[in-house]
């Protein structure tokens, strides 16, 4: 058995494979050439449809992480070959990067480093008073994997009250979980004094938070969001930042992306930014790379 491993994956993911596969890494000139390979293991890297029609042994593909959109499904099915991904394995990381910039934007971290970095006075200066999150209103976008188990840390961990806007999830469900169900998004929006966005990028979720959307927020809420650039409107948060109309906000994920410091938002004193970095801890590394490794393995041995 051959697997071509496109991009880097955890050590332990790496011995496992080794000790049953003959493997093609990523510092391997030919990892690119699938023509005798049985399964290729990809990260962000593509799989197109002229490597899948010049790989006639091909048997699966393995999707580290989610988000499939880099490979050709199309030609995958066509040529009845599974394409495997990990769709719970960082969902914990993610959640709790939710949390690191909930707290990060609240108590101003960022701007702090700012006054310190410009030499700092010895009493904090009333600009750099934050705010709680204890006992206050969370709004989510979307409850799937990501935004439920937000609100399982927000109401366990803060005593929150989670509010939820996501169009495909059931009233009972939310009765179930013990969350407010709205049948808008701009009446959640008016509830929550924090906001994490947690949806897919489609044709529906694009600019789904803009300026309509910013004016239902309170003066006070910080918005967060580790779904995909474009979900939010980057010129519509900016403008909501820059006019203090939204307390802050933080984003792991950006239009252009690694975004450079011509995104004006970049310059603001109440907005984070960060490298898409939501499943990157070491936990969630080795967790996703012994997923698809034994789900490619699981697959090669029928
Ligand atoms: P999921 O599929 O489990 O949940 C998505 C939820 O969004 C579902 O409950 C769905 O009903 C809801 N939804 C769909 N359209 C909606 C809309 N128009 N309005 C409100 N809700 C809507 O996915 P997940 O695992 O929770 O991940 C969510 C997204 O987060 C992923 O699609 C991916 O883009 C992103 N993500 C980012 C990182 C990162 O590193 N920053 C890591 C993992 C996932």
Redesign the pocket.
């Known amino acids: 058995m051959r697997v071509h491993v496109i991009e880097p994956i955890d050590e332990s993911a790496m011995r496992k494979l080794r000790a049953e596969a003959e493997v093609v890494a990523w510092d391997d000139p030919e990892k690119n050439d699938l023509s005798r390979a049985d399964a290729v293991i990809v990260r962000a890297a593509s799989v197109t449809r002229e490597q899948i029609l010049a790989a006639p042994g091909l048997k699966v593909i393995g999707k580290h992480?989610?988000?499939v959109n880099a490979i050709d499904l199309v030609t995958a099915k066509e040529r009845g070959i599974p394409v495997v991904y990990t769709?719970l394995s960082?969902?914990n990381s993610?959640a709790e990067?939710v949390f690191g910039f909930i707290l990060a934007t609240a108590r101003k971290l960022r701007d702090n480093m700012e006054h310190i970095r410009r030499g700092a006075e010895r009493i904090a200066p009333a600009t750099l008073t934050g705010l709680e999150i204890s006992g206050k209103s969370l709004g989510l976008?979307?409850?799937?994997?990501?935004?439920s188990r937000v609100a399982q840390i927000a109401v366990n961990g803060f005593g929150m009250e989670v509010h939820v806007?996501?169009?495909?999830?059931k009233a009972a469900t939310a009765k179930e979980r013990g969350v407010h169900l709205h049948e808008t998004?701009e009446s959640m929006l008016r509830e929550a004094d924090y906001i994490s966005v947690?949806?897919?990028?489609?044709e529906?979720?694009r600019g789904?938070i803009g300026s309509a959307q910013f004016a239902c927020c309170k003066p006070t809420a910080v918005i967060v969001s580790?779904?995909?650039g474009g979900v939010i409107d980057e010129s519509a948060l900016y403008e909501a930042l820059a006019r203090k109309t939204i307390y802050g906000a933080a984003s792991?994920?950006f239009v252009q992306e690694p975004p450079t410091m011509e995104n004006p938002l970049l310059q603001l004193p109440n907005f984070i930014g960060t490298l898409?970095?939501?499943?990157?801890t070491h936990e969630s590394l080795v967790r996703v790379g012994n997923t698809v490794v034994d789900d490619v393995l699981a697959v090669l041995h029928g």
């Open positions: 992480g989610v988000g769709p960082n969902v993610v990067l976008v979307g409850f799937g994997n990501i935004g806007y996501d169009p495909y999830m998004l947690s949806v897919p990028l489609t529906t979720t789904l580790t779904a995909r792991d994920v898409h970095i939501g499943g990157s």
